[in-house]
């Protein structure tokens, strides 16, 4: 029964002219099926339709400095540093949360991926699937000249190829994800090819057979492309990767149709003060990476860029710069699956540093310091291009900034230790919204990089499909909660239905402190927030909520969720060499919650709800003061735990 009442909630977010599309692709597959699945191939054996079959690979086309000295020579993948990568390494269909295997024998049109909690999560399974690892010991091959490192990759492409026969299985369910794929053996060819002619080697069957299959994928994307609801980050990546085919290929049909979607896209997804509409600062910097990756290989082909790739991106970097804090830190609302396009290291990064140093070589601006550069970044601009880039005029962020389109404010006080941000935006992107949360007008804080009232995180898309539901959910982001209820309705893992409506916030900047009044409607009810910020000596921040509803109001919580080094002691959060004094007019509860710092991981954490369980009326208030000291005979106690030593 939820099956049904999920398709049909999935119909209602779609117009006439995608529910036509959907048909025309349901024919698309079945004629698919009889000419891809039935015989049984990998992808690279299929014959090559007529207009293709005189594509070359070109491996100048591709920007790539050889003379790279700054690498690290390949050693395992990381998998959310959570799974073995050698364990898994061979395992293309592990469910990873279960014993259990994604099925390899039936057709990927037939299989359902969505919370499959009898096998695992799939985005979890994809990780492996996206063949970071074979750019990165095609890179290694090429600078080392290990034989073995060769015959790993040969074993493993040839393995994969094996067990994962074209349109055979979950790996072939999401033209993003053989996007991704795309770009990962593009690299691989050209670090392969180099390397063959470094070394005086024959250039064996590899190298074929990685070009067919990157035509038929390619051409897969473009027909099977995401349109209409679907249309969000993953057609930009879709895209991106048939972009960089055509420029590898040097196929006009190709770039042509990238070029232009990616132009017609980027004021489609994002608003024009440079916040991404899913409402979610990792999918901002997913696409921008896209766009960041494919414009160098614009600028080496001599293709010019449009000028609105660049007004845009400039925005877009700005907010994540605004993001982006002092110590290390990030304010990130919304989805966060630590997805990305290209990796040649290997290793976990900061996504969001890389992408604005990316940003700093292609646009006219710096976004970042660029003292620490990844590798990708190294392998694929020239050395002295960094260092010129690194002269840029360098953006700052300001002490405070609103995005009153994108729907957030970014505040930093006291010389940076105190980093706010304010969510004040829509749920997310299109009929789907389906990277957003139910987190209207919540807010998180850090102290010296120190999360201490946060955003509970993603933790993972599938399984338990509950979990899923509670990481997006009302009561555990610091904002109002009203009868433990969500602000929007939830129809699915990826599908909202009824939403709220913020509005423009109002902000006062004074010499001594910062006032920022925001509001949010949904189901008959009314909330505003004002937050008050007083930074002349002492920090203090106040919070005073006022909601207003027709409903019947039993209980009004206002949620302070915790970061995992702080300690609550009575009415004090001791934070590091800081203790924050709470007073408020609501009655304190202390709850443990689950929080994620990083997708696959999780851990219980602390969370004060102020409450107001005598609800008398219909328009109900709750004040919370809350001041920052810092602690006495802070050397006695240990570090941040903030237990004696």
């Not at 002295?384 to 962020?397: F, H, P, R, T, V």
Request: hydrophobic fraction near 35%; charged fraction near 25%.
């Amino acid at each position: 029964m939820k099956k049904i009442t999920w398709y049909l909630n999935r119909l209602k977010a779609m117009n006439m002219g995608e529910i036509c599309w959907r048909f025309q692709q349901k024919n698309l597959q079945k004629q698919e099926r009889r000419k891809y699945y039935k015989e049984n191939l990998p992808v690279y054996e299929f014959e090559l339709p007529d207009e293709l079959k005189n594509l070359n690979a070109q491996v100048d086309q591709i920007s790539i400095n050889w003379n790279n000295e700054k690498f690290t020579v390949f050693k395992e993948q990381n998998l959310f540093g959570v799974y073995s990568y050698n364990k898994y390494k061979r395992a293309w269909n592990a469910g990873f949360q279960t014993e259990n295997v994604w099925p390899t024998d039936q057709c990927s049109y037939d299989i359902s991926i969505s919370q499959r909690e009898d096998i695992g999560d799939i985005r979890t399974n994809w990780e492996l699937n996206r063949h970071y690892q074979f750019a990165g010991m095609a890179k290694s091959f090429y600078v080392t000249d290990d034989a073995n490192v060769l015959k790993e990759l040969q074993d493993l492409f040839y393995d994969w190829n094996e067990k994962n026969h074209f349109l055979c299985g979950v790996e072939w369910t999401s033209a993003m994800e053989i996007a991704i794929r795309v770009n990962s053996w593009i690299y691989t060819y050209c670090f392969l090819k180099r390397a063959f002619e470094k070394y005086n080697l024959e250039n064996n069957r590899i190298l074929e057979d990685i070009s067919r299959g990157i035509i038929i994928m390619t051409d897969y994307i473009v027909k099977h492309r995401a349109k209409y609801s679907s249309a969000n980050n993953h057609l930009i990546v879709e895209m991106y990767a048939v972009g960089m085919s055509g420029i590898f290929f040097d196929y006009k049909p190709w770039k042509k149709l990238a070029f232009n979607i990616l132009t017609e896209e980027l004021p489609r997804q994002n608003y024009s003060d440079g916040v991404n509409k899913e409402m979610s600062l990792h999918y901002q910097s997913f696409v921008m990476e896209a766009y960041g990756l494919l414009m160098i290989e614009m600028q080496h082909n001599e293709i010019e860029i449009p000028e609105i790739w660049k007004e845009y991106l400039s925005n877009m970097s700005e907010f994540v710069c605004d993001c982006c804090g002092d110590f290390g830190e990030t304010i990130v609302f919304g989805d966060n699956d630590e997805g990305k396009i290209l990796d040649i290291s290997g290793k976990h990064f900061d996504h969001y540093r890389y992408v604005l140093n990316l940003m700093g070589i292609v646009l006219d601006k710096r976004y970042s310091k660029m003292d620490e550069i990844h590798e990708n970044i190294c392998w694929i601009v020239d050395t002295q291009y960094i260092a010129d880039s690194s002269k840029k005029e360098l953006y700052i962020s300001p002490d405070v900034k609103s995005y009153k389109q994108g729907g957030y404010t970014l505040i930093r006080c006291q010389d940076n230790k105190i980093f706010i941000g304010i969510d004040h935006a829509e749920l997310g992107f299109g009929s789907l919204a389906a990277h957003g949360h139910a987190d209207a007008l919540s807010f998180q804080m850090f102290i010296e990089g120190i999360p201490v009232f946060v955003d509970p995180g993603t933790y993972n898309y599938h399984v338990p499909k509950q979990t899923r539901d509670d990481f997006r959910a009302t009561k555990n982001h610091n904002t109002v909660c009203i009868n433990g209820e969500n602000q929007a309705e939830m129809l699915g893992p990826f599908l909202w239905g009824k939403r709220y409506l913020c509005q423009m916030p109002r902000i006062t900047v004074k010499d001594d402190g910062i006032n920022i009044q925001v509001e949010t409607r949904y189901a008959y009810t009314i909330h505003k927030r004002n937050v008050k910020l007083l930074t002349s000596k002492d920090f203090v921040i106040e919070i005073f909520d006022e909601v207003k509803s027709g409903n019947n109001i039993k209980e009004i919580s206002q949620i302070f969720s915790l970061g995992p080094e702080c300690k609550v002691i009575e009415n004090q959060i001791v934070v590091g060499k800081y203790l924050l004094e709470v007073e408020s007019s609501g009655q304190a509860k202390y709850k443990g919650y689950e929080y994620s710092e990083k997708y696959n991981s999780k851990q219980c954490c602390k969370q004060v709800v102020l409450e107001d369980r005598e609800v008398k009326t219909n328009l109900i208030t709750i004040k919370t003061i809350i001041k920052m000291n810092k602690r006495k005979n802070y050397e006695s106690f240990n570090d941040r735990t903030g237990e004696k030593r």
